[in-house]
């Protein structure tokens, strides 16, 4: 069997795909939002994309944590895929 995609990308290199695909996403609906040049609406997608930065910041974090301890535990045995063990 193939491996999959993920099993070949570093866990942080994964998140922040992820991230990415998730920005692009959200771009409709937030130039909406911000198209409509309500204050309420404007604050709400500064507050949507500002959640999104810090969710990612805590993923990205918690990715960095996995990955460094599957180098240290490389030599003593065979690392995991780190898509499963991080999951949004």
Request: charge should be negative; glycine fraction near 2%.
């Amino acid at each position: 069997m193939l491996p999959m995609p993920s099993d070949q990308i570093h866990c942080v290199e994964l998140i922040a795909l992820k991230a990415l695909a998730d920005l692009e996403q959200m771009e409709g609906p937030w130039l909406e939002l911000m198209q409509t040049k309500d204050p309420e609406s404007v604050a709400l997608a500064f507050r949507l994309a500002l959640a999104h930065l810090a969710q990612t910041s805590k993923h990205l974090q918690m990715a960095d944590v996995i990955q460094s301890a599957e180098k240290r535990t490389e030599m003593q045995s065979p690392a995991e895929s780190c898509s499963a063990s991080v999951t949004r």
